[in-house]
Nanobody, 118 residues
Framework: QVMLAESGGGVMQAGGSLKLSCAAS????????MAWARRIPGKHRDVLAV???????SYLPSLKGRFTISRDNAKSAVYLQMNDLAPEDTGVYYC????????????WGQGTQVTVSS
C-alpha cells in the first residue's frame, strides 16, 4: 500500500507561481510513474504531468510550458511548479502513483485546493 499526501495549495493572484509537493509513504519501492492531476469544478479529473522513474516527463500540451514536474526518488516525493497561474487553473490538484507504465493510477492523494483570483 502506498499513501500520498499533497501540500502547498492556496490562494494566488493571476500571474503568480505556486509549488505543490507530494510525499509518498508505505511500500514506495513498488512505485513507478508519479503524476499530478487536476479537477476543475464541473469537469473530470485530468492528468497534467507525469514523472517516470527513468527521469523522463510528459505534460498535457495545453499547459504550454507553464508547469514543471520534478521528482526526488530519495525523498519519495514529486513536485509541481506552476508559473503564470490563471483563474482557469483553479481546482483541486491531486498526486497519483502507479506500479506500472500502463496509464492506470493505483494510488491517489486527497488533493489540495488551488484558487487563482483575477
Amino acid at each position: 500500500q502506498v499513501m500520498l499526501a499533497e501540500s502547498g495549495g492556496g490562494v494566488m493572484q493571476a500571474g503568480g507561481s505556486l509549488k505543490l509537493s507530494c510525499a509518498a509513504s508505505g511500500d514506495i519501492s513498488t512505485i513507478g510513474p508519479m503524476a499530478w492531476a487536476r479537477r476543475i469544478p464541473g469537469k473530470h479529473r485530468d492528468v497534467l504531468a507525469v514523472a517516470f522513474d527513468d527521469g523522463s516527463t510528459s505534460y498535457l500540451p495545453s499547459l504550454k510550458g507553464r508547469f514543471t514536474i520534478s521528482r526526488d526518488n530519495a525523498k519519495s516525493a514529486v513536485y509541481l511548479q506552476m508559473n503564470d497561474l490563471a483563474p482557469e487553473d483553479t481546482g483541486v490538484y491531486y498526486c497519483a502513483a502507479s506500479h506500472t507504465d500502463n496509464g492506470f493510477w493505483d494510488y491517489w492523494g486527497q488533493g489540495t485546493q488551488v484558487t487563482v483570483s483575477s
